[in-house]
């Protein structure tokens, strides 16, 4: 809530401009569910697939179980698993609904998403510490889920699957070595490039 008032601060005080949940990509609309499932979805699969390569290079190992031990009650679980979500979304509020917007605006695509791509895994260096690959693998995550979000246009979608990605780690107690995630997030990111060119060149050639 905090950071939602902070946005609607700089878009009323700073840039003088009216406050609209749609152009943040919260506009409630009968697809918003469908992009949740969507979002929950792809990072289910960003996940398990990182976790299936990681086990064919030998950096993880059968069986990746669910370890509920680090919960004692129910209560707790739910409790972890709404701030993992929370947590997940004002970072998405922030920097796609709201930073990534301007800067696309501002700059174009290509530097709007990547550049707050890189803002957003250095601004992780604060509460974490960051290694070379840590950061290729954050910067490639962020890059799929910007395209993601400049394409949709929904907080909801991105935002489920952050949150998936941020709480498989912890219920799976299972935590990357670098090049696991690095590579599915790489061909997930190429294969949505590809998804939109072709999609793009489709609609070009139906203008034509």
């Avoid at 406050?19 to 929950?40: D, E, K, R």
């Avoid at 086990?55 to 679980?77: A, E, G, K, N, R």
Wanted: net charge neutral; hydrophobic share 60%; charged share 10%.
């Amino acid at each position: 809530m905090l950071i939602l008032v902070l946005v609607f601060l700089l878009i009323t005080r700073i840039e003088k401009k009216e406050f609209q949940l749609a152009a943040l990509g919260l506009n409630l609309q009968a697809n918003t569910l469908p992009f949740v499932v969507i979002g929950l979805i792809l990072g289910s699969v960003l996940f398990f697939g990182a976790a299936m390569f990681g086990v064919l290079i030998d950096t993880l190992h059968f069986p990746i179980l669910p370890d509920f031990s680090q919960w004692q009650i129910l209560i707790s679980f739910a409790a972890s698993l709404i701030f993992y979500v929370m947590n997940s979304f004002w970072q998405e509020l922030l920097f796609r609904g709201y930073l990534q917007t301007r800067t696309v605006d501002e700059y174009g695509r290509a530097i709007g998403i990547s550049g707050v791509a890189v803002v957003f895994v250095v601004f992780h260096g604060l509460v974490q510490s960051l290694t070379p690959i840590s950061i290729l693998t954050g910067v490639l995550l962020f890059l799929f889920i910007g395209l993601l979000y400049d394409k949709t246009k929904s907080l909801y979608l991105v935002g489920a699957l952050h949150a998936v990605l941020n709480f498989l780690p912890v219920l799976f107690n299972t935590w990357w070595q670098g090049l696991e995630a690095a590579t599915i997030y790489c061909i997930a990111f190429a294969l949505l490039v590809l998804l939109i060119l072709s999609f793009e060149r489709r609609g070009h050639e139906d203008v034509i």
